[in-house]
């Protein structure tokens, strides 16, 4: 499922429409990215050499060509997560405009290592533009890392705090170890694989350069496949892949607690409808105040505040027997 040729051809030839499940993208930049090293001052001894850049002139139109792609061979419902910085990002959202692809979220990457320079601000962000193919139902699992009441340090909603739009994530310090010209890091990847794709389903990285897609995806349990130009990457990292064992990155990865609002969503029944209203009157003549009252019925129910206070407020018997109720107390008093 991996083939040493450009995307552009090479999808035409081997991938069906509607035969993907989601795409992640790291397009070359078009800024002389063979230079890249100058300007984040690195040893290039063990980056492999063939490092291929698409000419500034051309970039519009390579976009084009490639976006028009990703949206056939992407499946309805399928996500697209294309990484790239800001000199280009123009090109990439007009090419994108001319397509049926919708956009979900433009999320911004902070990392460290930021480019350095001393007559402007630092340069320490990427742009991630998260678009979807319409048709079907989109795949998103909202609670892939944390339950609906998991709290993060600060005590915050963990979920809350992970679903927000923009992402620290540091890059991968690797001395020593071949490696590609740039290359994502491995929870940057597993953030976007788990929230956008179910296991088995297939990922497609139209420029695989490190293969750090591919293998992340292959060790979430997913499958894998993509294109790569480079000869001397994709021979040194074909071999690479073979090592690659499917689904061993799950074990690492932290599974969310039970959710609090396990019936978050679901019909309601009558039958529910009624104990619930039954024990909201129940709990308002022992004395409770609505809000508690409420608070305690979401616990036992594992539905939201406002979903029961709307039942609450659409039911007359009930708002009638707490009406009464108050006016009981206020003439006791």
Avoid at 43 to 69: C, H, L, M, R
Avoid at 235 to 253: A, M, N, P, T
Avoid at 270 to 281: A, G, R, T, V
Wanted: aromatic residues 12%.
């Amino acid at each position: 499922m991996f083939w040493n040729m450009d995307c552009i051809s090479g999808a035409k030839k081997y991938l069906a429409d509607n035969s993907v499940d989601l795409i992640i993208c790291d397009p070359p930049y078009g800024i002389n990215g063979a230079k890249l090293d100058k300007h984040y001052n690195r040893n290039e001894d063990t980056v492999i050499d063939g490092y291929i850049e698409i000419p500034a002139k051309e970039y519009s139109d390579f976009s084009i060509q490639w976006i028009k792609e990703a949206q056939r061979i992407l499946r309805p419902g399928g996500s697209i997560y294309i990484v790239s910085g800001y000199t280009n990002l123009r090109h990439i959202l007009n090419a994108l405009a001319n397509t049926e692809l919708t956009e979900i979220n433009h999320i911004i990457w902070k990392y460290n290592f930021g480019v350095y320079t001393s007559k402007k601000f630092v340069s320490s962000h990427y742009h991630i533009l998260y678009y979807a193919k319409p048709g079907r139902k989109r795949t998103f699992n909202t609670f892939a890392f944390f339950s609906d009441s998991e709290r993060a340090q600060n005590g915050g909603a963990a979920n809350y705090l992970d679903r927000e739009d923009v992402w620290t994530i540091n890059r991968e310090y690797k001395p020593g170890q071949i490696k590609n010209k740039n290359q994502l890091p491995t929870a940057l990847l597993a953030k976007m694989i788990m929230y956008a794709s179910n296991p088995k389903d297939l990922v497609c990285d139209l420029f695989l350069g490190s293969f750090s897609t591919a293998k992340t995806a292959l060790e979430l349990d997913r499958r894998a496949c993509g294109f790569e130009l480079n000869k001397a990457a994709y021979d040194y990292q074909i071999k690479e892949i073979k090592k690659v064992k499917s689904g061993e990155l799950l074990k690492f990865i932290k599974q969310p607690e039970q959710n609090a609002l396990f019936n978050k969503g679901k019909p309601i029944n009558n039958q529910e409808k009624f104990d619930i209203l039954k024990e909201y009157s129940d709990l308002y003549r022992q004395g409770w105040t609505q809000k508690n009252s409420i608070e305690q019925i979401t616990k036992k129910y594992g539905r939201g505040y406002w979903a029961i206070l709307n039942l609450i407020k659409a039911n007359p018997s009930s708002n009638n027997e707490q009406q009464n109720l108050f006016n009981q107390k206020s003439l006791d008093i």
